[in-house]
């Protein structure tokens, strides 16, 4: 192995021991850092002494004892290589960020309007050419402003950054709330990502609710115009957040959208459409013509003002939302607040007859309908184990499973949890004859007595059936990477469990990199051959030792006990 090599994998240790409470402090991670760029030749034996350190906590006393031994150096250069490394990390960081904005845009690909409409410029030629014109739909306000705030009489100039838009906008817009008839507000959202990951600039939700994607009424953005019209790319961008309140909010049928640039206001309706349309579409947009806002007779506000002023004078389900609660026969199961957004499915807290919290999980679309009918299967055969380490079906339907415990995301595995894993996978392979085939870490979640539990089985299969891949492709074994490579159907075996579940725990205990995972699962690759093969090649330099290889032994030869024992002795 490499030199770099040798220091990309001491450094992924040192990143993987950060949440520790007794972690390297910056300065210790610094002269760390100095120390082994001093000792570039000998890091082979700094390694295998790192390795020797069975726990945590001897790694760090062992890291935290080399960092004491640059001390002594030149504490301008430690200064100057700390800046270096903090040069690095803000790139990587900033590589991170357009990464993760793009892979977005991949994944939730299908919740464009149409398979072609890739960018927030597509999806705005979209709208222009297939939107339809829309006359205002609700009765104008017949209220009238004499004070002079909340009238848009003084607009910044043009040239200003969009920040200070924002800020007159939300400002003006504080007036209105004051207005007798005025029952939504307006909030200032431009830095909450709390649609998804999703920041749109201002939302109308209802007076007295809190500020949380199940509450908003409608949503806005602010934009410059160019040439006196809004951009493509401007209206893409607004419809958006629209699509994206109708994902988090999946009974509801429409939403409006406002954008604006505090002169013009433009009003659009995005409406959610049948998934087997024609078209191909998921939905459909209604706009008005731009209006202005600037209001400047006494007594006759202009049409854009009356359009921002009726809106925030309509009630939540006069505007389209509906209540955020789920009947099944007499129980009623209230949702409290989105917690995670999957490939099939949006997850909320909820809460049972306004008592025990649960987990829902409602389908995106009906394409997901035989996910959800497996999983629904799944959990009931699970019934009968009465595990802690497996979720269990409280209610559901076609579209909804409502589920305990409620669970918390994992980031790192504890040693019991190995146990634990591993001989529920046991009992789910000889006992039932099912391969779960999607362990990737965001499949674990902890309960509030810390048990481990596995979800997500949607995409389960039969043990010995062949065809398609469905799963957790990052942490597939080598072999089922080639015959994805090659296009040629799979067999589902018991070994693949327990291969993902090594290659998660890899991940977890490493970190290499999650800019690094990420651009291997989402290089641009337009198919999932070509994904596969990028996989395959990440996995053919690492966890290559001794030690890894002998895991995956145990792994392959079904040795449960023998796998317990192996992984358990690297905590």
Known sequence: MSLDNILDNIVNTVQGLSEEPNKLSENEEANLYAYLIDKYTELAGVEKLLNLCKTNTAKLVYLKALSKKSVSGNVSDITSLKREFEKIVKEEVRDLRHEVKRIRLHSEIMWFSAPVTTTETDKGNFVKKYGTPLNFPFKLTTTTRRIEHGKFRNPPNIEVPENILQEYFINECRALQSLKDSVLMVEDSHSIPFLATRKPDFVFIPKGCPLDALHVVAVGEIKKRISNEFTSAAIGHAVSFGEKVLQLQPRRAYVYVVLTDCRLICIYKVTRKNVNASDNARFSYEYTLPKPLKYDSKDCPPAGWKYLVTIMESSQNQLGWIDPSLKFGSDVVNLVRSINTGRTSIVYEGNINDKDSVAVKLIKGEEYLSCFSKEKEVLNEFSSLNSPHLQKLLLGDEGALVTTPLGK??????????????????????????????????????????????????????????????GALEVM????????????????????????????????????TNAEMIRIAFDGAPDIKSRAQNILTFWSYHGKSDLWKKIYQQASELNYDNLIEELEALF
Request: charged share 25%; proline share 3%; aromatic share 10%.
């Open 477 to 512: 074994p080598d072999d089922i990477l080639t015959s994805l490579t090659n296009e040629k159907q799979i067999t589902y075996l018991p070994r693949i469990d327990l291969i993902c579940l090594i290659r998660a725990f890899y991940l977890m205990l490493h970190k290499p």
């Open 409 to 470: 995301k994992v980031n790192n595995l504890k040693k019991e949890d190995i146990k634990n894993i591993i001989n529920t996978l046991k009992t789910v392979h000889s006992d039932f004859n099912r391969v779960h085939m999607d362990l990737r870490r965001y499949n674990f979640l902890r309960d509030n007595n810390g048990n481990i539990v596995i979800i997500d089985w949607g995409y389960s299969v039969k043990i010995n059936e062949t065809g398609n891949f469905a």
